[in-house]
């Protein structure tokens, strides 16, 4: 808890499971530079941070529409976000919270935030943070009003009709060049053999890096050629520390077979062979163990080793997951329609549709072109 002192305005901050609450107070007490500094504060500011602490301590959140922001925001978190929501959303509800939304609405009745509110934060935030995250945020804040109007505290969601920051659409078509992918695929072929596979699938298969790390020996599939995604492997962070675990995938299009190509299917032979001869305890059964740990290799050290690769060729910039965007836009090129590429990256028509905007449109001009040759040399014309 704590009490800062600015523009004749003090402010009230109290944590509780995780969430910062503030409140502003006006005193009409005056005070000295000197009683600031020491922190001197007048009895009326200490006697209402008392009873701010206490109603927070009992969880008094007030009633209907006059309810405080801050207080249907532990409520959303206590009865919503962590019953029913994963780890990481509890963990992303949390920072927009603390680091974007109490500071701006805390201490505001519900009934006091309009739309021009809601706009005015989204202008705010979106002169410092990308559009993306701008949107992410949004997302908290509305969810958060539609649990109030769940509940019957409000009977509208004040995010209603608000100008949201555009996300340019990436041409994933010119990630990277034909070269840079060549120096891509050989720069992987001389990695170390857990990394070269990892890499491998993420550039041929699609997969995300939750997924491939997620893999146990009884997912691949080495008679049929495919991969079986029906997990992820995810990291999340809590009161400081950070959690392993294995969960669910992002989504249910995501648990699917992936077919792989024979390069990758190879590899995964003769490492799953290996693999049996080391003494890995039975229950032990995901692909990439440390066998000094005994522990699934750590998303941070498959990324240290990815960004350690690519500087070596120049491809500073280029993120692991943009493995799983090359891979799409490569069959995207080959001639693989949406719906396939969309199968198998787990996604939905709509998403590769619109994530892979050029590299479709690229493939229609071309597949105009073929239709026409095709006219020209099977259909006489008179």
Not at 260 to 266: C, E
Not at 283 to 300: A, G, R, S
Not at 333 to 343: C, D, E, F, P, T
């Amino acid at each position: 808890m704590s009490i800062d002192y600015k523009n004749n305005k003090y402010r009230f901050r109290v944590a509780k499971n995780g969430i910062i609450y503030t409140r502003i107070y006006i005193s009409n007490k005056k005070i000295s530079e000197n009683d600031v500094k020491h922190k001197k504060w007048p009895r009326d500011v200490i006697n209402a941070h008392k009873d701010f602490e206490v109603s927070i301590t009992r969880n008094e959140i007030g009633k209907k529409e006059n309810m405080l922001f801050n207080n249907l925001a532990q409520l959303v978190l206590d009865e919503h976000v962590r019953p029913n929501l994963r780890p990481n959303t509890e963990s992303f509800y949390i920072t927009s919270y603390n680091k974007h939304i109490l500071g701006y609405f805390g201490g505001i009745s519900l009934n006091k935030i309009d739309s021009i509110d809601i706009q005015k934060f989204v202008n705010n935030i979106s002169k410092t943070l990308k559009a993306s995250t701008v949107r992410q945020i949004y997302a908290v804040l509305s969810s958060t009003f539609n649990k109030a109007i769940d509940w019957k505290i409000i009977k509208e969601n004040p995010c209603r009709n608000i100008t949201l920051p555009k996300i340019e659409n990436k041409n994933y078509s010119e990630l990277l060049s034909t070269e840079e992918i060549s120096k891509l695929m050989e720069v992987i072929e001389n990695e170390p053999e857990l990394y070269k596979i990892i890499f491998s699938i993420a550039l041929y298969c699609g997969l995300r890096q939750g997924e491939i790390l997620g893999l146990t020996v009884a997912d691949i599939d080495l008679e049929n050629g495919y991969i079986d995604v029906n997990k992820q492997y995810v990291s999340h962070y809590k009161k400081g520390k950070v959690y392993h675990e294995i969960a669910m995938p992002k989504t249910e299009n995501s648990i699917r077979k992936v077919y792989m190509p024979s390069a990758v299917s190879k590899m995964l032979d003769e490492f799953i062979s290996n693999k049996k001869v080391l003494n890995i305890k039975p229950e032990k059964q995901y692909l990439f163990i440390n066998p000094k740990t005994q522990k699934i290799y750590d998303h941070n050290a498959v990324y240290r080793r990815f960004k350690k690769m690519t500087k070596i060729i120049g491809l500073d910039n280029l993120t692991f997951h943009d493995l799983r965007h090359l891979q799409a836009t490569m069959m995207l090129h080959s001639g693989a329609n949406v719906l396939v590429v969309a199968k198998r990256l787990g996604d939905t028509i709509d998403t590769v549709s619109d994530t892979y905007l050029h590299a479709i449109e690229k493939v229609e001009k071309e597949s105009v072109n073929q239709l026409q040759e095709f006219i020209n040399d099977n259909i006489r014309t008179n």
